[in-house]
């Protein structure tokens, strides 16, 4: 990868083909995610923005004889909601009870900002539906940081997938040393990255091509359990 960008972070920098750190939590920093069910609803919007709209399939499911209005509703809502899936490249992220990170590469410059516009408002939605409330669920507009080296690329998919792995060390009382199940508990695009999930609307062949699958010295996942060079990424962590 080359990455052809200046050095200077600035928040809301928009670039073509830029790599990002997006961030936001929950307004006062109450927590977003309640239950399993919120963190799934969140990961179905995530999918639905991310991957081609079937529009042909979803036509023809339109057109099918006795379909319910529930159904009819449900396929024009999907045909009318907004895609990202030729403009924003998903390559990580978890989501953590009262935030969350994601890093992703845009190919348009105002591709971001419409994507995340468009799931906030779509979850505060969901979430305010749910839970009988009003008003926003998010503390302010999105936070996007612009990322300006290839080290700074690779240390935060380790940052943002340690945060997933942090929470379970917490709750569980495991140590990152100890057997993790590869797979943390909390949302995150971790197992992918181990290559023990596949899923399309996640990329993580862009950094784990600086990495041996062969070599456990050498590997991601070895990676991740060595301790952050803050340094190197502080400019582009976000949580204040």
Known sequence: ???????????????????????????????IFLDG????????????????????????????PNLS???KDKILKLLRLNNFADEIKFLAYCLLPNHFHFLIQQKDAKSIDKFMQSLCTRYTMYFNRKYKRVGSLFQAV?????????????????????????????????????????????????????????????H?????SYFSNTNPALSYEFFVKEED???????IIIED
Do not use: C
Request: charged residues 25%.
């Open 204 to 208: 993580p062949e862009e950094v784990l």
């Open 229 to 235: 060079n803050l340094e190197i990424i502080q400019s």
């Open 1 to 31: 990868m080359v990455l052809d960008m200046p050095a200077r972070n600035a928040i809301k920098e928009y670039q073509e083909n830029g790599f990002y750190h997006l961030y936001n939590r929950g307004v006062e920093k109450r927590q």
């Open 37 to 64: 069910q919120d963190y799934a609803v969140f990961l179905k919007y995530l999918k639905e923005y991310l991957l081609p709209k079937d529009e042909l399939n979803l036509n023809q499911k339109l057109s099918a």
């Open 69 to 71: 209005y529930k159904e």
């Open 142 to 202: 999105y936070k996007a940081v612009l990322i300006a080296s290839e080290e700074q690329f690779l240390h935060l998919s380790r940052y943002i997938h340690k945060q997933a792995l942090a929470l379970q060390v917490a709750l569980q009382g495991e140590t990152l040393q100890s057997p993790l199940q590869s797979q943390p508990s909390q949302p995150s695009s971790y197992p992918e990255y181990l290559g023990i999930r596949k899923t399309d609307w996640v």
